[in-house]
């Protein structure tokens, strides 16, 4: 079977990850002529053959699915960016003037030693 689709129907991206969702199925060839790709799909040996309606159909759920993830990605950048930074945490230095950093014994000591 043989599929054609308008270039300018169809983003790359939203074929090749329409062609992935059938890839067990069956042998996918993708080409481009001119304006239109062509999508070549042979059935594997003993699965059930793929229609021409399903393989648009995955087009269309692609499709929406690029259109969304385009539309969106500015809020999920905003969102993640504001998720790391949340997990920053600074700390100051917990150096006290009177600490004396040349005491070797003291360094050395367990933290619940010295309470």
């Given at each position: 079977m043989t599929i054609n689709y308008p270039v300018e129907l169809y983003p790359?991206?939203?074929?090749?990850?329409?062609?992935?969702q059938f890839l067990d199925q069956a042998y996918i060839h993708i080409d481009k002529k001119n304006d239109e790709y062509i999508v070549k799909i042979s059935p594997k040996d003993g699965v059930p053959p793929i229609s021409e309606g399903d393989f648009d159909n995955e087009m269309l759920a692609q499709a929406?699915?690029?259109v969304i993830s385009s539309r969106t990605k500015?809020?999920?950048?905003?969102?993640?960016?504001?998720?790391?930074?949340?997990?920053i945490i600074e700390?100051?230095?917990?150096?006290d003037e009177g600490d004396d950093i040349q005491d070797i014994d003291n360094i050395l000591k367990d933290w619940f030693e010295n309470e």
């Open positions: 790359k991206e939203v074929l090749i990850k329409a062609s992935y929406a699915r690029f500015n809020i999920r950048e905003i969102t993640l960016g504001r998720a790391m930074a949340s997990t700390e100051e230095a917990c150096f």
